[in-house]
């Protein structure tokens, strides 16, 4: 599975982008895709996932901003960022592992996003 992933850029805090993460190799229907963030000095953090299922999960910290969705004709997952905060600037990457493999084995490269006060 090669993962890219887009969608990263410099937003006023408030501010909305969405992320894009076009798989090939596999249907995202058969996959579970994950978005990670991390920023210098942190830790890299699941900010969210969407199961073969289409079940989601969402950090605490991004709950009732982000929407993790697919689109199964194309192949690609999404992360839609509402009220974007300063807090939520990272690199942004999206990942993607399939069923009843416990780590995510397919990373794409990461996307910036900069949220300005």
């Known amino acids: 599975v090669q993962l890219q992933a887009s969608g990263g850029g410099l937003v006023q805090a408030g501010g909305s982008l969405r992320l894009s993460c076009a798989a090939s190799g596999m249907p995202v229907s058969a996959i579970t895709i994950g978005w990670y963030r991390q920023d210098p000095g942190n830790q890299r953090e699941l900010v969210a996932t969407?199961?073969?299922?289409?079940?989601?999960f969402y950090a605490d910290s991004v709950k009732g901003r982000f929407t993790i969705s697919r689109d199964i004709p194309n192949n690609t997952g999404y992360l839609q960022m509402n009220s974007l905060k300063p807090e939520d600037t990272a690199v942004y990457l999206c990942a993607a592992r399939r069923k009843n493999i416990p780590g995510y084995e397919f990373w794409g490269q990461g996307t910036q996003v900069t949220v300005s006060s």
């Open positions: 969407i199961n073969s299922g289409g079940n989601t």
